[in-house]
T-cell receptor, first 117, second 110 residues
Framework: NAGVIQTPRHKVTGKGQEATLWCEPI?????VFWYRQTIVQGLEFLTY????????DSGMPKERFSAQMPNQSHSTLKIQSTQPQDSAVYLC???????????????FGPGTRLLVL | GQGVEQPDNLMSVEGTFARVNCTYS??????LSWYQQREGHAPVFLSY????GLKDSGHFSTFLSRSNGYSYLLLTELQIKDSASYLC???????????FGSGTKLTVEP
């Protein structure tokens, strides 16, 4: 089991450019979560998919951020017109189910470190 | 908002123990998870608790008091390699979204 895979591991963009981050969940996991981690804000929830359907995006900035899950093997987080304040580590996590209990444990990928200059 | 609080730093000595505290005040609760995170790496799952009391998992033990909104992670027989950040996260009833504390950086000294 390769765990959650995220690519790229590091990305540098110029202000105003677009950034697309990829996540491959653990095979068989039906739930995918995106989080953002910064020193100031810590680890913050962004959005969540279950069985590829978007369920909760309450943590997503309403402008410039979007997420998709076109198939069960990958999800993308897209940031348009990136700004320096978007610099963070973006973490993807997956879990096997969301019905409750330890089996809902979220397993994290290594993250994508985004730097916007 | 959802409040999950942890002290920023904790120091202890190899061979002894360390207790990482976490207090929370959230609109819902469906258990609390603890993760270990090393610099530049992903959070690694350690433990999940949903019932009050102490859960002994050997090197790591966790305690929960739901009435007090309080949990701790207890590490015993500390080793230098236990130096890391420890994150607590409240799992919300709606779809099990996690709300994280800022993490406690544990430094284990010789």
């Amino acid at each position: 089991n390769a765990g959650v895979i995220q690519t790229p591991r590091h990305k540098v963009t110029g202000k105003g450019q677009e950034a697309t981050l990829w996540c491959e969940p653990i095979s068989g996991h039906s739930a995918v979560f995106w989080y953002r981690q910064t020193i100031v804000q810590g680890l913050e929830f962004l959005t969540y998919f279950r069985n590829q359907a978007p369920i909760d995006d309450s943590g997503m900035p309403k402008e410039r951020f979007s997420a998709q899950m076109p198939n069960q093997s990958h999800s993308t987080l897209k940031i348009q017109s990136t700004q320096p304040q978007d610099s963070a580590v973006y973490l993807c996590a997956s879990s096997s189910r969301t019905g409750g209990g330890v089996q809902d444990t979220q397993y994290f990928g290594p993250g994508t470190r985004l730097l916007v200059l | 908002g959802q409040g999950v609080e942890q002290p920023d730093n904790l120091m202890s000595v190899e061979g002894t123990f360390a207790r990482v505290n976490c207090t929370y005040s959230t609109s819902g609760f469906n258990g609390l998870s603890w993760y270990q995170q090393r610099e530049g790496h992903a959070p690694v799952f350690l433990s999940y608790v949903v019932l009050d009391g102490l859960k002994d998992s050997g090197h790591f033990s966790t305690f929960l008091s739901r009435s007090n909104g309080y949990s701790y992670l207890l590490l015993t027989e500390l080793q230098i390699k236990d130096s890391a950040s420890y994150l607590c996260a409240v799992r919300m009833p709606n779809y099990n979204v996690l709300y994280f504390g800022s993490g406690t950086k544990l430094t284990v000294e010789p």
